[in-house]
């Protein structure tokens, strides 16, 4: 499992707006919900009306 993702993520559930790597490329802006014990969370856009779930092992980077 990758640290520092989950760190990022973490630190993430606490900012308004970040970036979310996908590793097939994808990128979503937004507000991070996570749910660290099962390792889930979903990227929220509200100004889009997207929102995105994810497992962490789909991440490639979380940028704040």
């Not at 969370?41 to 100004?47: D, F, H, L, T, Y």
Request: charged share 35%; hydrophobic share 45%.
């Amino acid at each position: 499992m990758n640290f520092e993702i989950i760190s990022n993520l973490r630190a993430a559930t606490r900012e308004e707006k970040v970036s979310v790597e996908f590793r097939d490329g994808k990128r979503v802006e937004g507000a991070i919900l996570f749910n660290e014990s099962k390792g889930v969370g979903k990227v929220i856009n509200v100004e889009e009306e997207v929102s995105v779930d994810f497992r962490v092992e789909q991440l490639a980077a979380v940028r704040i």
